[in-house]
C-alpha cells in the first residue's frame, strides 16, 4: 500500500451511515438528463473532472483513458458519491456508469488506504473482466490492486489471488460466497464500498440468494453504489436492504423508444411468418407501414406476395439501382403505395418519411438496429405501432433487444382463428411470388453479366447478399 500517499480530505466529510436508515431509504430523484454517449461532444451544462471534485491524479487517468469531460451520469453521479452519499443510478452499459462508481471509489481508497476496500458485483464474467480493466486503467498511478472472482476458474489461484489482500475484488455473486464460505482467512469484514452493477440483470439471473446472503456478511457502515436499467421492483427491495438513505440519478436512455410508440411482439411458429403479415396488414389496412426484413431475396419474395393478393407493396433494398431506391421512396412518400418492404442496408442513410406501422417480419440481429427501424414511426409526437415478429427461432434476440430496451414489452393479442381463414390464399400468393422470383433472379444473373465484374465490385459497398 505503499503507493498510496494520504491527501488531506478535500471534498466535504464523508457522511456516516447509521446501520439503522438502511430500511428506510428514501430517494430522491436528481435531474434527469439526455444521455450523452461516451465519446460524443459534452453538452455545454457538463463540467470537467476536476470540476466535479475528482483529484488531479485521477483526472489525469481520465485524460489518458480519451475521456475529455463526464458523461451525465458521470456528472450526475460522481458529486453526491463524493460527498459520502449512497447512489442509485439508473443507466445502462454505454452510458459511461463504470467510471461513475469506480472514480469515487478510487478516490475514497486514496483518502484511507486499506485491502480489501471495495468490492464490485456484476452479473457476468464477462462483464466483471470489463470492470476490473477499468478499475486497474483508471487507478494505474495509484497502484491499485484489482482481483476477478468469477465462476469458470480455478478456485485455488482465486484463493491465493484473494490471500494476496487486492484493493478491489470484482466478483459474480455464485463464486464470492463461494470463498466467503469455503476460503480460510477470507473475509469483507473491513469493506468500506460495494458497487452492484447492472442489479436488475444480477437479479434477472436468479442471483437473489447469493446476494442476500453476501449482503448479511457485509460491514452495514459501508457505501453503496446500485446502478441498473431499470427500477424494477425485485431491485427496489434490494436497494432497502443495502443502501442507506440513497439518492437517485438517472439518464434517460439512448435505447429507449419515444413514450408515443405502442411496441409490442407476436410469438409465431417460423411458418406461419406470411399468414400472420398479411393478417396485421389488413388490421392496419389504410394506413402506412414499413416492413423490414433482413435479406433482399425475402424483401423482394414478400413484395411480390403482397402484390398478388392486392397490397401496394413497393421493396426497397441494396441491390436496386440507387435511382430505383429513390423512385421506390417518393412512391411511397406521395401515398401511391403504402407498404415498404425493406432490408436495413437500404434503409440507413435514406431519408424514408414516417409512417404509421412497423413490422418487424425478420428481428434486427441488435437492439441499435431496432431502435433505429422503430423510430420510423411515431416521429414528432406522433403516434405509432410497431410489431416484431418472433419465432421459435428468435427468442434469444428478441430477449436481448428487450434487456438493451430494459423492458418487456407486451404481447399483440391476434386473433388466430382470423388468421388462419387466410391461409389459402396467402399459399396461392406465395406460390406466384417463386415464380416471380425466379424471373428475379434470372434478370439479376443476366444483368450481372451485363455490367461485368468491375461494375459489381465498385459497387460492393451497396450491395447486399441475397
Ligand atoms: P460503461 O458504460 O462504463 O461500460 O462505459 C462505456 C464506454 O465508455 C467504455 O469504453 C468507457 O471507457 C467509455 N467512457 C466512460 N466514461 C467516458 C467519458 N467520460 N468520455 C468518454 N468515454 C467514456
Request: net charge neutral; with cysteine.
Amino acid at each position: 500500500m505503499s503507493e498510496f500517499k494520504k491527501r488531506k480530505v478535500t471534498q466535504k466529510q464523508l457522511k456516516n451511515h447509521d446501520a439503522s436508515d438502511s430500511e428506510s431509504s428514501s430517494t430522491h430523484e436528481s435531474a434527469i438528463n439526455d444521455q450523452q454517449a461516451p465519446g460524443e461532444e459534452a453538452p455545454e451544462t457538463a463540467k470537467t473532472f476536476k470540476e466535479l471534485g475528482i483529484i488531479d491524479q485521477l483526472c489525469e487517468a481520465c485524460e489518458t483513458m480519451g475521456y475529455k469531460a463526464p458523461t451525465p451520469i458521470q456528472a450526475q453521479a460522481i458529486p453526491l458519491a463524493l460527498e459520502g452519499r449512497d447512489v442509485i443510478g439508473l443507466a445502462e452499459t454505454g452510458s459511461g456508469k463504470t467510471a461513475a462508481f469506480a472514480l469515487p471509489m478510487l478516490q475514497a481508497l486514496m483518502d484511507n488506504p486499506q485491502t480489501l476496500f471495495g468490492l464490485v458485483m456484476a452479473p457476468t464474467r464477462e462483464l466483471a473482466y470489463q470492470i476490473s480493466q477499468s478499475f486497474e486503467n483508471l487507478g494505474a498511478s495509484i497502484g491499485v490492486r484489482c482481483v476477478v472472482i468469477v465462476g469458470g476458474m480455478d478456485m485455488v489461484s482465486q484463493s491465493i489471488a484473494l490471500g494476496k489482500k487486492p484493493h478491489i475484488i470484482v466478483a459474480t455473486p455464485g463464486r464470492l460466497l463461494d470463498h466467503l464460505e469455503n476460503t480460510k482467512g477470507f473475509s469483507l469484514r473491513n469493506l468500506k464500498y460495494l458497487a452492484i452493477d447492472e442489479a436488475d440483470r444480477l437479479l434477472d439471473m436468479d442471483f437473489g440468494d447469493s446476494l442476500d446472503k453476501i449482503l448479511k456478511v457485509l460491514p452495514r457502515t459501508r457505501h453503496t453504489y446500485l446502478f441498473s436499467a431499470t427500477m424494477s421492483s425485485k431491485v427496489e427491495s434490494l436497494q432497502r436492504a443495502s443502501l442507506s438513505n440513497p439518492l437517485r440519478v438517472s439518464v434517460s436512455s439512448k435505447y429507449q423508444t419515444v413514450s408515443t410508440l405502442q411496441a409490442s411482439y407476436l410469438c409465431i411458429p417460423h411458418k406461419h411468418k406470411n399468414l400472420y403479415l398479411v393478417y396485421l396488414l389488413n388490421e392496419f389496412a389504410g394506413q402506412s407501414a414499413i416492413i423490414f426484413t433482413t435479406t433482399v431475396n425475402e424483401t423482394q419474395r414478400l413484395a411480390f406476395m403482397l402484390r398478388a393478393l392486392g397490397f401496394g407493396a413497393i421493396p426497397l433494398h441494396g441491390q436496386l439501382s440507387q435511382s430505383s431506391r429513390l423512385g421506390a421512396l417518393n412512391k411511397f412518400r406521395a401515398g401511391s403505395r403504402e407498404i415498404l418492404v425493406a432490408t436495413d442496408i437500404a434503409a440507413r442513410g435514406l431519408d424514408i418519411p414516417s409512417v404509421d406501422v412497423v413490422l418487424n417480419f425478420d428481428l434486427p440481429m441488435d437492439s441499435k438496429t431496432y431502435i433505429h427501424r422503430v423510430g420510423r414511426t411515431a416521429r414528432a409526437g406522433k403516434s405509432g405501432v410497431a410489431i416484431s415478429f418472433v419465432t421459435q427461432y428468435d427468442v434469444e434476440v428478441w430477449m436481448r433487444i428487450e434487456w438493451a430496451l430494459g423492458k418487456k414489452l407486451k404481447e399483440y393479442d391476434a386473433a388466430k382463428d382470423e388468421v388462419m381463414v387466410m391461409a389459402e390464399r396467402v399459399a396461392e400468393a406465395q406460390r406466384q411470388a417463386i415464380m416471380e422470383m425466379k424471373n428475379f433472379d434470372e434478370k439479376k444473373g443476366s444483368r450481372g453479366k451485363k455490367f461485368g465484374k468491375g461494375k459489381r465490385s465498385r459497387d460492393d459497398m451497396d450491395q447486399e447478399e441475397g
